[in-house]
């Protein structure tokens, strides 16, 4: 499994009212994340519009761990665990700066072709954006 690192900075849009991220924006982060992963991969939102067939989310599980709060830099690894037929299954963990682990996701996704409006079987290329043989 080749692992993707991702980092940035909590911004104060980040936060809810008791002043750690708000459960909400962990999604967010998350994505963030895994568009990087896969346009570094080779395989960009423009590429999404162009071939008509994207990455999209089947299932959601997130253990939250450890508070992420205002001006924390955090690190997001994500790797692609395993593609079986059309689904896949996604990590992600989230580290603050002090290599704490604060968060651990997992997803399963599959790529999507937007006309037939279904799930298809990966491309090579779409393997290959995640780094998979």
Request: contains cysteine.
């Amino acid at each position: 499994m080749k692992k993707f690192s991702y980092s940035t900075t909590i911004r104060e849009h980040h936060l809810d009212g008791f002043g750690h991220v708000n459960n909400s924006v962990y999604l967010q982060l998350f994505e963030e994340a895994r568009w990087e992963w896969i346009t570094q991969g080779g395989y960009s939102w423009n590429d999404v519009q162009k071939e008509k067939c994207g990455p999209v989310i089947l299932e959601i599980s997130l253990k939250f761990l450890k508070e992420v709060r205002l001006r924390d830099v955090i690190t997001i690894e994500t790797c692609c665990a395993s593609y079986n037929k059309a689904v896949a299954e996604l990590e992600q963990k989230m580290w603050n700066t002090h290599k704490e682990l604060c968060t651990h996701a997992f997803f399963k996704f599959a790529l999507f072709d937007l006309e037939k409006r279904r799930i298809v079987k990966p491309t090579e290329r779409w393997l290959k954006a995640l780094g998979l043989p």
